[in-house]
């Protein structure tokens, strides 16, 4: 299993503002997932971007990956107030289905 | 049913206590965990069941013991803890292999006095 990274730490937007933010890796993926957790909460599964993808929508999320640089990133579109919360990527090695690891997260503050 | 539901949602016990979190799931999920996670700080995974046999247990102590009775239950029975074992304990469930998110519990608020 491994850990990612995540960039920055700490992001304050407005509300109606992008969010972007930033996860690194060390190894081969199979897959790579994003994660929010509310404050004091259980996570909640945003997205699963295949290693052979490159881009993947849910509505105002956009993640990319790129395998070359072992690196994806998380847009997330005219924020919310709501969206506020702590976001983390979970790289998935190979055979490492079963170890899904989180890194520090980037906390999202949107100020409406 | 799209939930893993955590019961209870507020612990509090003494160092001498035994106590047990309760995890469950109706989505015919066949892989469970556990995880530890501290105020700020990622969550760090426990214990992994697949198929209800445990595959992973990540050198948890053992005052730490898990349990899955059946595909939609799994407990964590606690004993002797330390006050450094107050956290918030999450389970999650999804289908074994490759490419399936986890679907979270609310977590417990574990408080060892």
């Known amino acids: 299993s491994q850990q990612g990274e995540e960039d920055p730490q700490a992001l304050s937007i407005q509300e109606g503002e992008n969010a972007t933010m930033n996860c690194s890796y060390k190894t081969s993926i199979n897959n790579l997932q994003w994660y929010r957790q509310n404050s004091g909460r259980g996570l909640v599964h945003l997205i699963l971007?295949?290693?052979?993808?490159r881009e993947k929508h849910s509505g105002r999320l956009r993640v990319t990956l790129d395998t070359s640089k072992k690196s994806s990133s998380l847009l997330i579109t005219a924020s919310r107030a709501a969206d506020t919360a702590s976001y983390f990527c979970?790289?998935?090695?190979?055979?490492?289905?079963?170890?899904?690891?989180f890194g520090t997260g980037t906390k999202l503050q949107v100020i409406p | 049913d799209t939930e893993v539901t955590q019961t209870p949602k507020h612990l509090v016990m003494g160092m001498t206590n035994k106590k047990s979190l309760k995890c469950e799931q109706h989505?015919?999920?066949?892989?469970m965990y556990w995880y530890k996670q501290k105020a700020k700080k990622p969550p760090e995974l426990m214990f992994v069941y697949s198929y209800e046999k445990l595959s992973i247990n990540e050198s948890v102590p053992s005052r730490f013991s898990p349990e899955c009775p059946n595909s939609s239950l799994l407990n964590l029975h606690l004993h002797a803890l330390q006050p450094e074992d107050s956290a918030l304990y999450l389970c999650?469930?999804?289908?074994?292999?490759?490419?399936?998110?986890?679907?979270f519990g609310s977590g417990t608020r574990l408080t060892v006095v």
């Open positions: 979970a790289p998935t090695g190979p055979g490492g289905y079963q170890k899904v690891t």
């Open positions: 971007i295949r290693s052979n993808e």
């Open positions: 999650a469930s999804s289908q074994p292999g490759q490419n399936y998110g986890y679907t």
């Open positions: 989505m015919g999920h066949r892989a």
